[in-house]
Each structure stands twice: as C-alpha cells, then as structure tokens.
C-alpha cells in the first residue's frame, strides 16, 4: 500500500512535472511562435516599406523614362528639323550660289582657298572645273593701279576698322579685256581677332560704271561742242585761282561772244547754227589749257588763262583771237564772215572769286559790243560803277513793284482816214520816289534781263484793262487799248492764263485790247511766236508787230505771222524828211506789201505836218507821234479826246 501511495506520488510527480514541462515546453514554443510571428511580422513590415519604397522609387523611375523618352524624341524632331533646315539650307546656298546675277566667293583663312561660285567663274574667267584657288590667282585679275585698292580696303576690314570689306575695281575678264567690279565682304573673327573666314559677292558693273561715265560727261561737258559746261569751268576756275593765289600770278578770263549770232542762225538755220558754234568752240579750243575752253550756252564762250604775267599778254591773246575770225566759216556750201565781242577780266585785281571774276568779264563783254563789236575790252573801275549803278536800279525796281511806283501814260494812235477814231498805247513810266520820273528806256532792259519785266507786264496788263472798262463806262470814245508783250512776259506760260483772268475781272472783251511784240521777239523763236500769236487771235485779241524795219526779218515772215497791223519805226520817218530816198522807199514798200496781206500800217514818230501828208500821200493807216499828243496820263488824254477831233 505505501509502495503503492509512493509510486502513485511519484507518478504523480512524474505526471506533474511533465505537465509542467509540457506546459513549459508549449510556453516557450507559445513564446518562440510569437517571437517569430513578430519577427516575421516586423520583417512583413519592413519587406512592406521596402516594396512600398521600391514601387515609388520604380514610379519615380518610370516618370523619369518616360521624362527622358519624351526628351529623346524632342530631340530627335529637332534633330530632324536641323537636318531638313540644314538641308534647305544647303540647297538654297547652292541654288543662290548658281543662280545668282552676281558671283559668290568664300575665303577659308585656315586652308588659305577661295570658293568662287560658278556664275564667278564665268564673270572672271576661270576654268568652271577649279574649285579652289588661292588668293593670288584673285589678285592677280586685278587692273594694276586698282591693285593698292585692293589691298588698303581689305586690310583695313581684316584689322577690323570698317564693318564691311567694299571696293571697286577693275578686273582681267579674257585676254586682256578688263571690266568694272563690285566686291563685297564680310569676315568672321575668332577670340584672338583673327580671320577664319570671308565670304561676299562680286558683281559686274561696267554697265553701270559706263553709264556714270556718260552722266557724268553729260553733267560737266556741253552735248553740241564737246567743251566743259559752265558747272565744270566754275569748278576748273576755283582750283586755278586758289593755285595761283598761292604762286602769286594773274588769271585772266575772256568772255567771247559771237556777234549777230541770232541773225545768222535766224538767216540759215538752227542746224547749221549748231554746225557754226561746234567750228567756233574749235577754233578757241586752241587758246586754253584743256579744259580751260568752255560754252556757257548759246553763243557764249569762256577762256581761262592762268600764270598770265602782264597785261601784254592778255592783249595779245585777245588779238589773237579776234585775228582767228578773220577767215570765213562754211555753212550750208555758203561763205559767212562771224566776228566776236571779248570781254576780260583778270584776278585778283578785277576780282578773287570764280562768279565775280565771270560776271566782271561779262560786263566788259557788253562794253566791247557796245564799242562797235568785233574787239575786247577790259573790264575797268567805270565799268565798275556802271555795274554799281544797274545793281543799285535793279534793287529799285524791285520796290517799284512793291511801293506801286509805276504809272500808266496813254498816246493815241490816230486814224488818217477817219480822224475821230482812236485807239490808244500804254506807255509804262517808273516815278521814282527821290529821282522823279524815269522814261522806260533806262529800266525796261535791266527788268527784261533780271526777270522783273514778267511782274511788271502783268501790272501793266491790269491797269490797263482797269483803265479801258473806265473808260468804256464814261464812254470816252477809245477804241482799244495796245499793250506791249515783252520778249519774257511772252514765253511765260501763264500768260495766256493771265490775259483770260484780267478780261472776266474787268468784264472786256477781246476786242477792248490789241497786243503789241516787236519784231526781235516775233524772230527770237518764229514757229512759238506764230503758235502763241494764232491762239490770241483765236481769242479775238488783235495784234501788232511793233518797230518792224529795225530788226532781220523778211518780208515773207508777214504771211507767216498772225497779225493784224505793222508798225513802222520812227527812225525811217526821220530819214524820209532829210531827204534819204533809199528809205522813202522802204516805207513804200512795207505800206504796199502790207496792204497786200490785209495788214494796217501805222507810223511812229509822227512830228510835223509834212510828215503826216507823207504818210497820207503813201496811204499809211494810222500815225502815232507827237504831232498828236505826247504820252499822257489817263485824266488829261481824255480832256484832250474830247476837246477836239485830230485833225488839227
């Protein structure tokens, strides 16, 4: 029984203790699985973070291929792009290089080779095969004195003192045959300042460079005589003087003018007027430098004669020159005999300055054609004075226009076979304020010369037709009013114009006015005269050849000109009563040959009864002297008008 009580305690024990164990057994493995479930959960955990922190480094690297595949195929449209661009590029630098009017070249500085495109080449003469060539095969094309041209341009861009390389030249094209060329460039540098490479183009310009050659010719030479015009004998007149202000010598100019010049050229023609002064320039030619001889227009001729060293010599020049003239000139298979008129003047002592030393020479010019023609004169301290003078009326009249210092004198033209018919001329007269009046031979030149007689004219033409509708209001019994065209108020183009303008102001008509010209003017230009003339008279105007006698027309231009009446210059008369038959018969001869063309004759310069029966007796129309009445103002000509009919 205790053996039993004992082994069932330490079965008992035996059993406990392996419960125990057991239970300690399944404590550490209860213990061991949790360790290892939280190791492993950890590890979970951190495989976890890992995956998490894997996927977005893999997002993150995916955003970034996708990044870098959108770059590479940016980058591969440019590429494309640079390449079609570049493409393009090429394509067009060779169709430009092969198109182009002008040639292409391109200078490789590294290789030291010139690419000449191929229309280069043509223009230049090079093989089409070369493809390069070195720089001396370029220049030894150009003309020799072009070659430091060349050099000094080009040196000067390389050294980078002018933006752009730029010259012309002239170069070899085939066998000697040299051209005009435009060469321009332009040169990359690199850090240092040196060259890598040039490129430019070249262009032919022979065309261009003949064309200036010729405006220039024609801006600096005369067309008809070949000589200098008056632009370039202004600008070999100043260098001369300037040199010889320096040295200390004398400078002379002759003005030549040819005498009667417009009566030859009237009498056989305006070609072989030309022909007369293309003889004339070559037969001054030879008293000047080149150069030195010149036309200033028309018939005037100017010498320059430097390091004249006394007053001999220029006589003797001019001497020589009038000595010239002697022999006669052939024109149209005929003889003509042509003298000249010289005017001198010499620098510094009649002038330092190019304008005033030729207008100085001018007025000797007018001096000599006023001594008689066919000499020289020199031009002097009177002469000066006269000059003086004409400035000082020029300025004058300038303010007569202004201060309305001209007043308008009326003579009457009388009827001789109805005496109580009358017309009047106007008659311009100047009343100056300190000098009193001034009869228009002592102005009416001086305003023709300076342009002033076109203003004039014009107020002259207003008066008057303010005069006539006066007098056509109070009905004093003038017929019309004659008003003289000057020679310049008659190649104004506005005058037909003006003449309209002043009827519908004053409400005249055509027949209110009748226009006078003088037979110089009536010459000067025969086929304008006839077509302004023919248009007056479409107008109703009537019109007067004035002095005729005294100028070089024929008697065949008075079935040429459109007019109505000839007026007999006054000197023929005087002549007719001292007993000069020779112009007796004259007057005859115009009054019939008039009268054969239906033109009315009237005489100037009527004074005396026997005159007037003279003219009765050869059947002139109407006279006009001071036999009737000097030139009056308006208020006293018509107290004359009305007191008593003309024939007394």
Known sequence: MDVSSYQINQFYFLGTTVIIIIQILLIVFLLFNMIRRKKAEKEATEIKNNLQESYQELEATHSQLIASEQELHKQFLEIQQNREALRISR???????????????????????????????????????????????????????????????????????????????????????YQWFSIRGKAIFDKNGDPLRMAGSITNIHEHKQAEAIIEHMAYYDSLTGLPNRTFFSINLAKVLEENKKAGDWVAVFFVDIDNFK????????????????QVAKLLKPFAQEDFCARLGGDEFVLILPKIQSKEEIEQVAKNILTSFEEPFCLDQREFFISVSIGIAV?????EDGEILLKNADAAMYNAKQAGKNTYRRYDEFLHLQILKKIEMENDLRKAIEGEEFELYYQPQVDLKDTNSISVEALIRWNHPTKGMIPPGEFIELAEETGLIVPIGKWVLEEACKQMKQWKEQQVGIQYIAVNLSPRQFQDRHLIDTIEKMLQAYNLKSSDLEFEITETVAMEDIEYTIKMLQILKEMGFKISLDD???????????????????????????????????????????????????????????ETKEQLDFLRKEHCDKAQGYFFSRPLPAEELEVIVKKYPFTK
């Open 347 to 351: 620098a510094p002592q009649d002038g």
């Open 263 to 278: 009566t030859v050229n009237d009498s056989i023609g305006h070609s072989f007027g030309d022909e007369l002064l293309q």
């Open 91 to 177: 394509e067009r630098y060779r169709l430009a290089t092969e198109g182009a009017y002008d040639g292409i070249w391109d200078w490789d500085f590294i290789t030291d080779t010139i690419f000449i495109s191929s229309r280069g080449k043509e223009m230049l003469g090079f093989s089409k095969q070369q493809k390069l060539f070195a720089y001396e095969d370029f220049f030894n094309k150009i003309y020799k004195e072009d070659q430091n041209i060349m050099s000094e341009a080009l040196a000067q861009h390389l050294y980078q003192e002018i933006p752009y390389f730029e010259v012309e030249q002239r170069m070899e094209i085939d066998g000697g045959v």
């Open 548 to 606: 005729f006698g005294t100028g070089y027309s024929s008697m065949n231009y008075l079935k040429k000109l459109p007019i109505d009446s000839v007026k007999i210059d006054r000197s023929f008369l005087t002549d007719v009563m001292d007993g000069d038959e020779g112009q007796r018969s004259i007057i005859q001869a115009v009054i019939t040959l008039s009268h054969a063309n239906d033109l009315t004759v009237v005489a100037e310069g009527v």
